[in-house]
């Protein structure tokens, strides 16, 4: 044995950390160790786009094109002063861009993690983070793009900033729930993939994103409809205090019933099946 | 810590999707039903009922057919895949060396998918920067480390995976088919590397068809047929159990029997022990045989890239070979003689000389071990 050889074989493996039953013991020894799924993600983000000059400002690019881009088309077709109408898109667009990317990317999370997994990589709440790690890199890249929109808006409430400090963590927590009960039907369910995929056109669509929420009343159906929508109120809870309006008032209700019935539902299914994840990838 | 594996009627049976057998009349009939037929669901037995146990110092070679449960035992071991009943223990950290190449980042560099890869086996990160020169040097990309990953070679990519992955020491390591990563070269170095690394470990399962590889390792063997363990103890008798389990096979399929499949191309191997040179004719003795005990039959020369087959082949007993792999044909000894026309010397035959093995003389292509002795003949300092 060379010098090299022995000086390779000194690291012990340290042993496993992992049940497949506890989702929270899972999470918690994930969190502890955050290495792989934070490289893995942020190797995967980077590295898509090392090829041009632009670099990582290419990521920037969705948000300017839906932010100003659509923003501004709408605001000009509504005639809405540009000025406060990006704004309301901005905030919007990357609540809802955290939640939908923890949705489509998860239901594929442990089919394209398989390698890892077969090799005995088997704590599955690294590949949810590492989905939920990924949106929230592009939510932070995104960030100076809606700033932007932010500093021409005429009446930002520095209390409202403040109070997302609540709730984006919020929004994480239920992005996380949704992750690991997506991850698990799409890893069952290949087909599921495809199924949100397109849902999600109309999903954004539904949400008051590139239109104002009070233009449907309490009352009638399509004000019912978007009521009913979770997007709505976890872009609500972000925005509102923002843009110095009003939450509504089943918002907080509806948010914390979610919350707490998902993660019910995720600690579930994930002690259910999440054993026979290796078996369906 | 002790390390140790238990395992105690294991079984594992799961849901399988087949889709309806339909004699399609036509093509438009074929196409229809493969969009329209519901797939049915059977549930089918990958173990059965297996109770076996390994502790400290075992080597345990794992031989079956294809499909027999190798690799779903080991990643039942592994603790990925779950199991239906029975119980399991294993004690002491493990890793499966299963298939070395995937897991990586194909845009990210080298030293990126190192990174990559430590973490994913459950690294630190601090630990990783300095092993990861002595990873490059021992996969010979030290070039390479800033290049992306994309543009490596299928037999670089295996060799940095192999590099990768026995760089740490574990308690029990469970290893599949290890196929060939790469030259020749490389493969020696790697199999030094293997046999270092399995002495480092308390335990070692290894699932592989090549009887050679298996005997240098392995004290112990299993054998599985159908999901089911149909032996368990000392790595000889397993070995003759393996061969008695193919040679069975063998006969079921001359008298009809489809699923032929690992019959088809057994796997040769074979050692040419001495070389003489007298009369014109080169006499070479040694032994050859394969992995499902069927007799062959071939033994050629390749001088100078020119291949020479046999003139006549003689069998002889070589109870010492059988004893020592196994085997149930104690006749696996050869004499073989070949005419190479202007040759005057053993030394002639120059040092690119190989002596391949097959079922019959024109299909021997697989490479025998070369002993010592021939190689000496041939260079001219005998003794």
């Known amino acids: 044995m060379s010098v090299n050889e022995r000086r390779m074989d000194v690291l012990q493996a340290p042993e496993r950390d992992v049940s497949m039953h506890s989702l929270f013991h899972d999470l918690a020894a994930s969190l502890r160790n955050p290495e792989f799924w934070a490289l893995s993600s942020w190797l995967d983000i980077v590295v898509r786009n090392r090829q041009s000059r632009l670099g990582i400002f290419w990521l920037m690019s969705p948000a300017l094109v839906y932010i100003w881009g659509m923003g501004g088309f709408f605001a000009s077709m509504m005639h809405m002063p540009l000025a406060g109408f990006v704004a309301y898109v901005a905030i919007g667009y990357l609540v809802f861009r955290v939640i939908s990317s923890a949705i489509t990317d998860s239901t594929g999370a442990f089919a394209t993690s398989a390698p890892f997994i077969l090799d005995g990589h088997v704590r599955l709440t690294d590949f949810v983070l590492r989905v939920i790690a990924t949106a929230m890199f592009h939510f932070i890249i995104s960030l100076p793009v809606a700033a932007l929109a932010l500093a021409i808006y005429p009446d930002v409430h520095w209390i409202g900033l403040l109070f997302s400090l609540f709730s984006i963590p919020v929004v994480i927590i239920n992005a996380m729930w949704i992750g690991v009960v997506f991850a698990l039907v799409g890893a069952r369910f290949p087909d599921l993939k495809h199924l949100v995929g397109n849902i999600f056109m109309f999903a954004f669509l539904l949400t008051p994103i590139i239109w104002h929420a009070d233009t449907m009343p309490l009352g009638s159906i399509r004000g019912t409809l978007m009521r009913f929508n979770p997007f709505y109120h976890m872009v609500e809870l972000v925005r509102a205090p923002i843009l110095g309006q009003a939450i509504d008032s089943s918002t907080p209700l509806y948010l914390a019933v979610m919350t707490v019935g998902g993660w019910i539902l995720a600690i579930l299914a994930y002690r259910r099946y999440a054993r026979f994840v290796p078996l369906w990838i | 810590m002790s390390a140790s594996i238990q395992l105690d009627r294991v079984s594992l049976t799961v849901p399988l999707y087949v889709q309806p057998e339909r004699r399609a009349r036509n093509w438009a009939a074929m196409l229809l039903g493969a969009a329209f037929d519901p797939p049915r669901r059977v549930h089918v037995p990958l ?337």
């Open chain 2, 47 to 383: 173990l059965d009922e297996i109770s076996f146990q390994a502790h400290e110092g075992d080597r345990v070679a794992i031989l079956g057919r294809n499909g027999a449960g190798k690799s779903t035992l080991l990643r039942v071991l592994n603790g990925v895949y779950p199991m239906s009943s029975g119980s399991m223990q294993v004690k002491g950290s493990r890793q499966a060396l299963l298939n070395m190449s995937l897991g990586f980042n194909g845009e990210a560099t080298v030293r990126e998918n190192i990174f990559l890869r430590g973490t994913a086996m459950r690294l630190k990160a601090s630990d990783m920067s300095d092993k990861i020169e002595s990873i490059l040097e021992f996969a010979g990309l030290q070039e390479k480390s800033s290049h992306r990953l994309r543009t490596l070679s299928t037999g670089q990519k295996m060799r940095l995976g192999f590099a990768i992955s026995t760089s740490v020491r574990h308690d029990i390591i469970l290893m599949d088919e290890w196929v060939g990563a790469g030259d020749s070269d490389f493969m020696a170095k790697a199999t030094e590397r293997m046999k270092g690394h399995m002495s480092g470990s308390k335990i070692v399962m290894l699932a592989s068809h090549s009887v050679g590889l298996l005997r240098s390792i392995c004290n112990k063997g299993i054998v599985l047929e159908q999901g089911r363990l149909v032996y368990s103890g000392d790595v000889i008798p397993a070995l003759e159990h393996y061969h008695d389990l193919m040679a069975s096979l063998r006969s079921t399929v001359a008298m009809g029997a489809p699923d032929a499949s690992d019959l088809a191309t057994p796997l040769v191997y074979g050692c040419a022990e001495k070389i003489s040179f007298d009369d014109g004719v080169i006499q070479l003795h040694g032994w050859i045989t394969s992995t499902n005990g069927s007799t062959v039959q071939g033994v050629a020369l390749e001088v100078a890239g020119v291949r020479y087959v046999s003139t006549s082949i003689v069998r002889n007993k070589r109870s010492d070979v059988a004893r020592h792999f196994g085997l149930r044909d104690q006749n696996c000894g050869f004499t073989a003689s070949f005419v190479i026309p202007h040759l005057t010397a053993l030394e002639n035959l120059g040092v690119e000389l190989r002596i391949l093995g097959g079922a019959d003389g024109s299909s021997a292509h697989t490479p025998l071990r070369v002993a010592p002795a021939v190689t000496a003949s041939v260079r001219g300092n005998v003794d």
